[in-house]
Nanobody
Framework: QVQLEESGGGLVQAGGSLRLSCAASGSILRFNAMGWYRQAPGKQRELVAGVTSGGRTNYADSVKGRFTISRDNAKNTVSLQMNSLKPEDTAVYFC????????WGQGTQVTVSS
């Protein structure tokens, strides 16, 4: 099984930026698509952005124009550049395949202060 490890979260003021990284222990080419998900307190986990092995991307309406997902198949990494952050972006962020497997990492906490 491929293990996924997220990093790059932190505390940032509204309007700021963060770049999240996801490192896989094995090849991500086995997954046609990879995604970033988030779970805010008291809410269900939701898909934020996805990217196919060919680089095609899709985004939740709430993050379109602010977030950019990318993947490096050679390095087995998936990244999420987050700009113009809002307090409502506060959540634990996870990466997984799309659709997701049952193997979730620890996630990385993103906190946006107003």
């Amino acid at each position: 099984q491929v293990q996924l490890e997220e990093s790059g979260g932190g505390l940032v003021q509204a309007g700021g930026s963060l770049r999240l990284s996801c490192a896989a222990s094995g090849s991500i080419l086995r997954f046609n698509a990879m995604g970033w998900y988030r779970q805010a307190p008291g809410k269900q986990r939701e898909l934020v952005a996805g990217v196919t092995s060919g680089g095609r991307t899709n985004y939740a309406d709430s993050v379109k124009g602010r977030f950019t997902i990318s993947r490096d198949n050679a390095k087995n990494t998936v990244s999420l550049q987050m700009n113009s952050l809002k307090p409502e972006d506060t959540a634990v962020y996870f990466c997984n395949s799309l659709p997701p497997t049952s193997q979730w990492g620890q996630g990385t906490q993103v906190t946006v202060s107003s």
